[in-house]
């Protein structure tokens, strides 16, 4: 490898300390590898031996942060690097499964540094979530169409009591209501 590369900060932790990171070193080991397979045509502007190839480049701004259901989640340090990972997605994910067939890795999930996204632990926690945060939008969305139709009641009641008939009108309902009042057959 490259004596001359530049090396990510985490690289510099995990080659001089003393700390065991066993199951994650294994796989951000073959990340780092997978990724730094990846070549780009050269334009005429990146003649220069000394620039690094965009794999190293992905290599040395990315790390792994969490593998759950299949989905391994990787932290960049800007968001362009995002897009790179993207577009060579399905060649990162050939090479991991190729690489570490055990951990039976289906897809990729990324993250900006400094953002707290993360993956749940299980799918039902996710349902859970979800589902709960749906079911707030449906309860407050049942308030206000409640709050609506109690305002509509408010305003029939109002336009009901301000509806004015013609005096002859009201005279006969007032007959009327006189004459169900007093005039019952049944005793």
């Known amino acids: 490898m490259n004596e001359n590369r530049i090396l990510s900060a985490s690289d510099f932790m995990s080659r001089f300390t003393n ?3 066993s199951k994650s070193d294994k796989l951000t080991n073959v990340w780092k590898k997978v990724v730094s397979k990846i070549s780009v045509t ?10 690094m190839s965009i794999g190293e480049r992905l290599a040395g701004n990315t790390r792994v942060v969490d593998l759950k259901n299949g989905i391994l989640l990787i ?3 800007h968001s362009g690097w995002i897009q790179y990972l993207r577009t060579y997605q399905k060649f990162i994910l050939n090479g991991l499964k190729k690489e570490l067939p055990d951990l039976k890795i ?7 540094a400094g953002s707290n996204v993360g993956l749940y632990n299980s799918y ?5 979530t979800e589902s ?23 305003k029939n009641v109002e336009n009901e009591n301000e509806c004015t008939l013609p005096p002859e009108m009201l005279a006969k309902f007032d007959s009327i ?10 005793k």
């Open 42 to 51: 050269k334009f005429e502007s990146e003649n220069s031996e000394k620039r």
């Open 124 to 128: 039902e926690e996710q349902m859970k």
């Open 132 to 154: 709960k945060q749906f079911y707030e939008i449906i309860e407050k969305q049942e308030r206000k169409i409640e709050n609506e139709n109690v305002n509509k009641a408010k």
């Open 177 to 186: 209501r006189n004459s169900v009042l007093t005039n019952s057959k049944f």
């Open 19 to 21: 700390i065991d990171f």
């Open 75 to 77: 932290e960049t340090d």
């Open 106 to 112: 289906s897809s990729l999930a990324f993250r900006q």
